[in-house]
């Protein structure tokens, strides 16, 4: 059975960090580029940073560059996003996702490259 499972999320104080994890089972990510993506309530689904296949390839969105960190562990068939100095803006529902399309900058933030979704996780920002 396939699946892309997201977990991490959940209740920081401004300038607190999380590390959210996808873990993939029933198949490997390592031909993948992954992308993490969030989406809140009544805005666009952003993207948020990629990783390509290769090691040291990987993007941010301006917004949080400097402050995550992307990254992915083949032996455990896992992509972490570690978010540090959070703000109350980073509150959101973040989601990873998979593409089969090739790594390119900065079209690896698009959501609409990627075609297997895991289920989100919340992350909520507040004192």
């Known amino acids: 059975q396939v699946q892309f499972v997201a977990s991490g999320g959940g209740l920081v104080q401004p300038g607190g960090s999380l590390r959210l994890s996808c873990a993939a089972s029933g198949f490997s990510l390592d031909y993948y580029t992954i992308g993490w993506f969030r989406q809140a309530p009544g805005k666009e689904r952003e993207g948020v940073s990629c990783?390509?296949?290769?090691?040291?390839?990987?993007y941010y969105a301006d917004s949080v560059k400097g402050r995550f960190t992307i990254s992915r562990d083949f032996a455990k068939n896992t992509v972490y996003l570690e978010m540090d100095s959070l703000k109350p803006e980073d509150a959101s529902v973040y989601f990873c996702a998979t593409t089969s399309l090739p790594y390119v900058r900065p079209m690896c933030l698009m959501p609409a490259r990627y075609d297997q979704w895991g289920q989100g996780t919340q992350v909520t920002v507040s004192a």
């Open positions: 990783i390509g296949p290769s090691l040291g390839t990987s």
